[in-house]
């Protein structure tokens, strides 16, 4: 220490009165450390704090992103790399419809006329269809009524005999004099 004279004194009488301090902080110390309390006083004490709780809980929110943070990378990726290939076929998209309107703009009213053309087609031979099956009933009918005045007309005769149509004819004949 390169003291001399009184420093010396000073220095170790200084010392000497702070023996007894630390001879009992020594087996303070050495009484703790056998009872294992004094590094645990010491760690609830430190986080029995609220900044300390504070702290824990951002440390763990932290570790928590970045876990996540792991875990989602690929996903993301694969979010932005899709997103730039529909961005890429949407442009290319836009630039051949500019590059190429008139030909479309002819293809879609084409497109229009055929299928208006099928739809008239197809109303058409719906008409036609349902006036074959209105003539089919008619000739069904017609041939349903002939039976049934040949049925009658048999009938009478039957029953009635020849002179009575006879008879039917000439009232015709007198009602349209």
Partial sequence: MKLSGSGVTQTLATLANGLDNL???????ALAFLEHTSATKEAEAANGTVQAQIEKAQKAYKDLAVELGG???PVVKHVVSSTAL????LLYSIRFALEHKRAIVTLAV??????TGLVITTAWQKRALA???LNI???KA???WLAIKTAATTGVECCFGAP?????KSDHRTDSL
Avoid at 86 to 89: G, I
Avoid at 164 to 168: D, V
């Fill in 142 to 144: 017609q041939a349903a």
């Fill in 86 to 89: 529909f961005a890429k076929a």
């Fill in 131 to 133: 006036v074959k099956l």
């Fill in 71 to 73: 875990h989602l990378e």
């Fill in 164 to 168: 009575y149509l006879e008879l039917r």
């Fill in 137 to 139: 009933v008619a000739d």
């Fill in 110 to 115: 084409a497109l229009a006329a055929y299928t």
């Fill in 23 to 29: 001879k009992a902080t020594q087996q303070q110390a």
